[in-house]
């Protein structure tokens, strides 16, 4: 088995599950190269029928917590590599392919891709997010002074769900993190740093691809009544404690490292960004009471605000159009046809034109491109969804509405 996707489901929504495992399955992976490892963490929910449909190696367990059933999935996959897909996210069809064979082709411990956000309203990336602009290939020592100097700053660095994994890289970042006391917490909000942590810290050799995009959904289930006052001050009072844990585990974890001085201080850097979103999200809920767990938990002396910088990397937006998912399946069929093909497309649209080119050169079809049998639609972006995604308005944004507010949060999942 080459590779192994490990999903985990909680209480997830059928429809989204489903559609998560389609995703999956629908795609350029040739069935007999992966399995999906669907780890349900004692979810009420009854999967049965998909798993029927799908036929995962299927998993129920006692209500653990993300953290714990990641850790277990890790354990029992069969895979030669390791990816994870949260059970409520999608990947566009050419995803993992293409990060196996690289993997594979250069004996690479980490290879990442690009990504997305989902919701009700668009599918867009964050075109200054470094893992999507910028060509990645790093060796040794540098891995983890590549993790550690991203600050926190960009989700693609150190999130596991858009990267594959050497399994002898993940079960040495496993055996790790036990060492340390976070295996005892009920970690929600932070095991994806953690694990990464030691993942890139044990890793060789690291690349990245663009080949297509995880598309993590933004929705209200993922977190708590926003009526619910209570229970919004407990979650940020647990993110501030286990974040600011973590920090402290990552900083005494790094050993004799070539660039130790450096990594330490991007780590702290880390943990000042942290503080600073915290707090903010505290004083625009006014849950003063946290003000001084936040100094305490990140060791600062005072009190700062989130600044324009912090979210650098989300201020731009590339729309990939109303109408991708059809130009996806349109793909995704064009992929899974025997003999020549003659395909008409607009040349601009980079995603259309990588994916062919891949689809040619490494499972070789033959696609004539510009021909006239199959019309690949141009992207359809709406004018207000420019307009809502565009730099200025998303600057403004971030001006008129606090950071962790109502209208802030119910904002992000429509846009």
Not at 51 to 60: D, F, G, L, Q, S
Not at 81 to 90: E, G, L, P, Q, V
Not at 122 to 140: F, M, N, Q
Not at 304 to 316: F, R, V
């Amino acid at each position: 088995m080459k590779l192994s996707i490990i999903v985990c489901a909680y209480n997830t929504k059928k429809e989204y599950l489903k559609a998560c495992l389609s995703s999956i399955t629908k795609s350029t992976l040739d069935k007999n190269d992966y399995e999906i490892v669907l780890i349900d963490d004692g979810s009420c929910e009854d999967y049965s029928q998909l798993i029927n449909i799908y036929k995962p190696t299927y998993i129920k367990t006692d209500n653990r917590g993300h953290f714990a059933s990641r850790l277990y999935g890790i354990m029992v996959a069969k895979g030669d590599y390791i990816a994870f897909c949260d059970s409520d996210d999608t990947v566009s069809f050419n995803y993992h392919a293409p990060m196996l064979k690289k993997a594979i082709d250069e004996n690479l411990d980490i290879v990442l891709n690009d990504w997305a956000f989902h919701t009700e309203k668009s599918k867009a990336y964050p075109r200054d997010d470094i893992t999507i602009k910028e060509d990645i290939s790093l060796e040794g020592d540098e891995i983890l002074r590549y993790y550690a100097n991203a600050q926190g700053k960009f989700h693609s660095v150190f999130v596991l769900w858009n990267k594959i994994y050497k399994r002898d890289v993940l079960l040495k970042a496993k055996a790790e993190v036990e060492k340390t006391d976070a295996i005892m917490e009920r970690l929600s909000y932070s095991e994806d740093a953690l694990i990464n942590f030691f993942a890139h810290k044990n890793a060789s050799r690291l690349a990245n691809v663009h080949t297509g995009y995880y598309f993590y959904r933004v929705h209200g289930e993922q977190s708590v009544s926003l009526n619910d006052d209570n229970k919004v001050e407990k979650r940020l009072e647990s993110q501030i404690k286990l974040m600011a844990k973590t920090i402290r585990i990552m900083k005494a974890s790094i050993g004799e490292h070539r660039y130790k001085e450096e990594i330490e201080k991007g780590i702290c850097e880390w943990g000042k960004l942290m503080s600073r979103v915290h707090y903010t999200s505290a004083k625009s809920m006014e849950l003063e009471k946290l003000y001084d767990l936040v100094k305490t938990e990140y060791q600062v002396d005072s009190l700062e605000i989130s600044i324009p910088k912090d979210e650098l990397g989300y201020i731009a937006n590339g729309l990939l159009g109303d109408n991708f998912d059809i130009i996806d399946t349109m793909l995704y069929d064009i992929s899974k046809k025997d003999g020549e093909v003659s395909v008409f497309y607009d040349k601009k649209d980079e995603y259309v034109s990588s994916t062919i080119d891949y689809l040619n050169a490494s499972l070789g079809k033959k696609i004539i491109c510009q021909g006239g049998n199959i019309v690949i639609p141009k992207r359809k972006i709406k004018l207000t969804q420019r307009l809502t995604h565009s730099k200025l308005a998303y600057s403004v944004a971030l001006r008129l509405f606090k950071k962790g507010s109502k209208i802030r949060r119910k904002l992000k999942s429509r846009l």
